[in-house]
Nanobody, 126 residues
Framework: RVQLVESGGGSVQAGGTLRLSCEAS?????????MGWFRQAPGKEREGVAT????????AYADSVKGRFTISQDRAKNTIYLLMNSLKPEDTAMYYC??????????????????WGQGTQVTVSS
């Protein structure tokens, strides 16, 4: 059974740094072509934060996190990461990892994904 497990969330002050990890298990390396991070704040829709193509590490970012967040992967460990610098209170949300079998066009659209992790909470205080 394929599973996505996030870790690394927590509470930080504004300007702080966190690194999230998402390990995919239950499949062979290379099964997923697109992986990414999404977030959902209370009362808001889930939004794409950052995505990465497994084959060539091409990335995509939401405008709100460009220059502050970096997505990366370690294919040998079937893991993706999200390094979040200069965190702001508006970054507070539940962060989810998602994965898709194919190389997606418009990968930041959350509705394209059916494989999700359970989420990890990120709270940024001012």
């Amino acid at each position: 059974r394929v599973q996505l497990v996030e870790s690394g969330g927590g509470s930080v002050q504004a300007g702080g740094t966190l690194r999230l990890s998402c390990e995919a298990s239950g499949y062979s390396t290379g099964y997923y072509s697109t992986m990414g991070w999404f977030r959902q704040a209370p009362g808001k829709e889930r939004e794409g934060v950052a995505t990465i193509y497994a084959a060539d590490s091409i990335t995509a970012y939401a405008d709100s996190v460009k220059g502050r967040f970096t997505i990366s992967q370690d294919r040998a460990k079937n893991t993706i990461y999200l390094l979040m610098n200069s965190l702001k209170p508006e970054d507070t949300a539940m962060y989810y990892c998602a994965a898709h079998r194919y190389r997606l066009t418009g990968p930041l659209n959350s509705w394209l994904y059916s494989n999700w992790g359970q989420g990890t909470q990120v709270t940024v205080s001012s």
